[in-house]
């Protein structure tokens, strides 16, 4: 019998352009590509990478037109896979994984670090197309055919080890908001503005930091930029001078709390700093303002920041996931105070929203994937309606869903669409894509894959 583990398996094997057996019938509106991102290569050599987060890059396309799915899935060709590929084991610093002792001290060794396997998201800003992850190095590729580009370079003077996979972007304005981790003796937050197509960056904003939090995402109003530094801080001395994986250089200080920052986006001004007790967290769910001086800022948090280590390959196993809770940051920029609500009862992960017309704005609509307790791999989609407070729930025996991204189907609208979702079905060790009505929350339709895709992470819907 197989179970979840088969998701951490390396399946490296690329298609071209098949057209998938469909089970259902395929929306006649859904015209466009689900691009999806997540590690899958995890073996070279005898080698194997130590972390879920360390697998290469695999990028896949789900092509909808005329009531047909159309795939293919391509490695994503950093220098880093060729590298390793060529020695056939591990030659730059991931997440969690190493080539080994380096007796150069890491500020002589001027490769990029964590390296360019970027695993994680992918961003579709207009023409450009970028595979991103929190190393700096972020690679073009084209949506079409998923052949890797090359590194996208912005001739810019902003500094910066790290930076974000979830850049926040505008597309009235198609403006994208990100920051850049400037590590050094002296570290810095970067926040910075890209006007799509535009050569430079603007830089916003300068935050110093004494010791930088692990920062995976951020919050964005119509005016403010919210920045949560949450107490898994760099060892700034350890990232400079030791070759130890990226993520070993964070050390968990539950006594400093979590620092909410907001700043206001265009000015670049700091409205307000102050702390809540500690939590982690990767993913901010949505942001906005209920008035001037009030902010509503919701996200996946945890207990602590042991979810990271659940993820090595050594530990899944016995899966031990700390159970999240989706909570509401009430900021109140003129009292500087900030309360905390419970929005659902559910371990809720990879959230998302009508992302284009709803973030930044009221919404009432988060599709996510849950699990209910902490030795159980995500096995529900789930719809939570802030306003009714009703969840509705899809699972399926030994099927484990990643990230659900929801496409709508007419303007400004939460529900009205269809919920994507690759699933593993360990039953018979594949994959399949899975078509959901967003209203009812329940199947309308799913595209076979002829083979099993591993746990991926972010992705994106493209309308044609
Ligand atoms: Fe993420």
Known sequence: MLDYRIGFKSSETEHSQMNLVIAGKIPAWLRGDLLRNGPAKFILGTYQVNHWFDGFSMLHRFSFIDEKVNYCCKLLESSALKQAIKKQKLCSEGFASNPGYNFLPRILNFSTRPSDNDNV?????????????????????????????GQFIYHDKIRGSLTTAHPHYDHQKKEVYNFTIQIGPNCFYNLYRW???????????????????????????????????????????????????????????PSLGACFTVINRFSGEIVLREYTDSFFTFHHVNAYEINEKEILCDVITFKDSSIIDAFYLNNIEKLNIPMSQFRRFHIKLNERMINIQPLSSHSLEFPQINYQEFNSKPYKILYSVSYPNESTFFNQLIKTNLESGIEKIWAEDGCYPGEPVFVPNMPFSEEEGVVLSIILDTKNGCSYLLILNAKSFTEVARAFLPHMIPFGLHGIFNFK
């Open 121 to 149: 998201n992918i961003g579709i800003f207009e023409n450009t197309s970028l595979a991103m992850s929190e190393g700096i190095t972020q690679l073009q590729f084209d949506p079409v055919n998923l052949k890797t580009i």
């Open 195 to 253: 006007k799509v197509g535009a050569d430079k960056r603007d830089l916003i904003c300068k935050i110093p930091a004494k010791n930088p939090g692990y920062l995976h995402s951020f919050g964005i109003t119509n005016q403010y930029v919210i920045l949560i530094e949450q107490p898994f801080i760099l060892n700034k001395l350890e990232f400079l001078f030791l070759n130890l994986p990226y993520i070993k250089n964070y050390l968990w200080d």
